[in-house]
C-alpha cells in the first residue's frame, strides 16, 4: 500500500538552528499537508500545498516557517530560527483531491517527524 | 472555537465489547472523519462520512452524523486488544480549504485481552 515517508524521524536541535524535515508524498497525490502535533495536544494545521504554492496556511505558519517542493517528489518543511515550543511531532500528509469533489479531503498520513528544541 | 471535541478522553474495555466514541463540533461542516492514532505514529484514515449522511459502515466501524446536534458517534464492535489507539475526529468546515482538518483531542481507547 502506498505509504507518506518522512525522515528524520526524530531530530534534536538547539534553539535559533534550522530545521528542514522532509517528506515524500504518494505519487499520485496532488495535495499535501503539514501538521503538528504538541506531545498530549490535538493536531493542528499549519499548511496546505497545491500546483507548486500554498494554498492555506494557519496562525501557526509564520515567518519562521516555509514549504517547498523542490524536485517534485520530496515535500520540505523548514523552520528557520527553531524556538523551545516548536518541540513537537511533525506530520506530512498528502491527498488525491482537494475540497469540493466527492470524499475531499481524505488524508494520508506519514509516521511523523519527533522534533526536540533544547 | 474548540471544534471537534471527543468524549470520552479515555475508555477501557475488554476483548468483545462495543466501544463508543462521540464528537462533537460548532461550525457547518462539508465532512467529518475519524482518524485513529497508534502511539507514537502517525493518524490512519479510517471512515469519512458527509453532511447528508446520517450513517455509515465499514467492517466493525459503524459512525453515525447528527447534524442538527453537530455531533458524531464512532461505535467499534466485537473490540480486538489491536484495537488499542486514540481515535480522533477531523471535521472539513463547510467552504474550507483543502486540507484544513480542524481535529480534536481524540480519545483514547485500550482494549483488554
Known amino acids: 500500500e502506498p505509504e507518506v515517508t518522512q525522515t528524520p524521524s526524530h531530530q534534536v536541535t538547539q534553539m535559533g538552528q534550522e530545521v528542514i524535515l522532509r517528506c515524500v508524498p504518494i505519487s499520485n497525490h496532488l495535495y499535501f499537508y503539514w501538521y503538528r502535533q504538541i506531545l498530549g495536544q490535538k493536531v493542528e494545521f499549519l499548511v496546505s500545498f497545491y500546483n507548486n504554492e500554498i494554498s492555506e496556511k494557519s496562525e501557526i505558519f509564520d515567518d519562521q516557517f516555509s514549504v517547498e517542493r523542490p524536485d517534485g517528489s520530496n515535500f520540505t518543511l523548514k523552520i528557520r530560527s527553531t524556538k523551545l515550543e516548536d518541540s513537537a511531532m511533525y506530520f506530512c500528509a498528502s491527498s488525491v483531491t482537494g475540497s469540493g469533489l466527492p470524499g475531499a479531503n481524505v488524508l494520508t498520513f506519514g509516521a511523523g517527524s519527533r522534533l526536540t528544541v533544547l | 472555537s474548540q471544534q471537534g471535541e471527543e468524549d470520552p478522553q479515555a475508555l477501557s474495555i475488554q476483548e468483545g465489547e462495543n466501544a463508543t466514541m462521540n464528537c462533537s463540533y460548532k461550525t457547518s461542516i462539508n465532512n467529518l472523519q475519524w482518524y485513529r492514532q497508534n502511539s507514537g505514529r502517525g493518524l490512519v484514515h479510517l471512515i469519512l462520512?458527509?453532511?447528508?449522511?446520517r450513517e455509515k459502515h465499514s467492517g466493525r466501524l459503524r459512525v453515525t452524523l447528527d447534524t442538527s446536534k453537530k455531533s458524531s458517534s464512532l461505535l467499534i464492535t466485537a473490540s480486538r486488544a489491536a484495537d488499542t489507539a486514540s481515535y480522533f475526529c477531523a471535521t472539513l468546515d463547510y467552504g474550507g480549504s483543502q486540507g484544513n482538518l480542524i481535529f480534536g483531542k481524540g480519545t483514547k481507547l485500550s482494549v483488554k485481552p
Open positions: 462520512i458527509r453532511s447528508n449522511e
